[in-house]
């Protein structure tokens, strides 16, 4: 974990940098983020590779997904969704 905010309950077993992560985020093995803004009860699936990515609640990205967005369009996931 890099240069991030990080609220308690996560538990982050991959690669994490220039974020904020909200209560109860679970980063899987492998998974990298960077520049993302990931809101509570979301889970970041195995060896994903997500940036400029902001989640709502209860968002699911599954194994090995890559998300990329840029700095003036960052992707938006909705609540409740599994990408």
Known sequence: VKNSVIADGCFIEGTVENCVLFRGVHVQKGAELR?????????????????????????????????????????????????
């Open 35 to 83: 520049n993302c803004i990931i809101m509570q009860d979301s889970v970041i699936g195995e060896d994903a590779r997500i940036s400029y990515v902001t989640t709502d609640k209860d968002v699911q990205v599954t194994a090995g997904r890559v998300l990329t967005g840029a700095a003036s369009y960052p992707i938006f996931i909705r609540k409740r969704t599994t990408v």
